[in-house]
């Protein structure tokens, strides 16, 4: 995996952050937990690469 995956990745997690906050801000559940499951997704696509890069390394 490269340098760009993770980047990618890195932004889908902020990306993330950034609906929450919203969600929080206007009392939006739905945005919230948008937000919530970017995050989630975004932490978990890092820790696959951590494990590859572990393997590879």
């Not at 609906?19 to 499951?37: I, R, V």
Request: net charge negative.
């Amino acid at each position: 995996m490269g340098l760009d995956d993770k980047i990618s990745n890195k932004a889908e997690e902020l990306k993330g952050k950034g609906k929450e906050a919203t969600g929080k801000a206007t009392d939006d559940e739905q945005l919230e937990a948008e937000g919530k499951k970017d995050q989630a997704s975004g932490n978990l696509k890092q820790a696959g690469e951590k494990i590859k890069d572990v393997f590879k390394g």
